[in-house]
């Protein structure tokens, strides 16, 4: 059973810094491709970034700069540092996982961690 655990959310003030983690069970972090997702209230979710198999990392292009995508193998845990985070980065954060397994994709989300940015 595939289990992704976000963690490291919480209130910050704008400017300042947070990383979050995503543990995953039942999965490897390297053996798919690993994303951030994020949902504002009232808004749809929306990419963050993502880290493929491979290394390779792409971003939306309103977060180049600010936020970076990593992993750790060993850990099993799929890091998100944000910087110099802005009010508007206030939402639910959601690790996301898609994996090829055979003919099949399997997609994996958890189940958030709410990071809030106070002005």
């Known amino acids: 059973q595939v289990q992704l655990v976000e963690s490291g959310g919480g209130l910050v003030q704008a400017g300042g810094s947070l990383r979050l983690s995503c543990a995953a069970a039942?999965?490897?972090?390297?053996?798919?491709?690993m994303a951030w997702y994020r949902q504002a209230p009232g808004n749809e979710r929306d990419f963050v970034a993502n880290i493929a198999s491979a290394g390779r990392t792409n971003y939306a292009d309103s977060l180049k700069g600010r936020f970076t995508i990593s992993r750790d193998n060993a850990e099993n845990t799929v890091y998100l540092q944000m910087n110099n985070l802005k009010p508007e980065d206030t939402a639910v954060y959601y690790c996301y996982a898609e994996l090829l397994n055979g003919g099949a994709t399997l997609r994996y989300w958890g189940k958030g961690t709410l990071v809030t940015v106070s002005s």
């Open positions: 039942g999965v490897r972090v390297s053996s798919g491709t």
